[in-house]
């Protein structure tokens, strides 16, 4: 009986919840993996962090619209 409702409620709204938590995820560990690179290009060369926070914070806002565009579709997906 509880492995019906476990199936259930996974293959209607669960499924949707897992896919966002992955999308959650992914987009956390791209964003620090953005982060960590642009340190450590930071810490080599000083004189061009104006260049690369410009190129950081594009890059992270087409992340975070990915990843929020990934949550819609989701959750609207039937």
Do not use: H, W, Y
Request: glycine share 14%; net charge negative.
């Amino acid at each position: 009986m509880l492995g019906m409702i476990l199936l259930e409620i996974l293959s209607t709204k669960g499924a949707a919840a897992i896919g966002a938590g992955l999308v959650a995820i992914g987009a956390g560990l791209g964003l620090g993996k953005i982060g960590s690179a642009a340190m450590d290009s930071m810490a080599r060369q000083p004189e061009s962090i104006s260049k690369m926070q410009v190129a950081m914070i594009i890059i992270g806002a087409l992340v975070e619209g990915v990843s929020l565009f990934a949550v819609v579709v989701c959750f609207t997906a039937d």
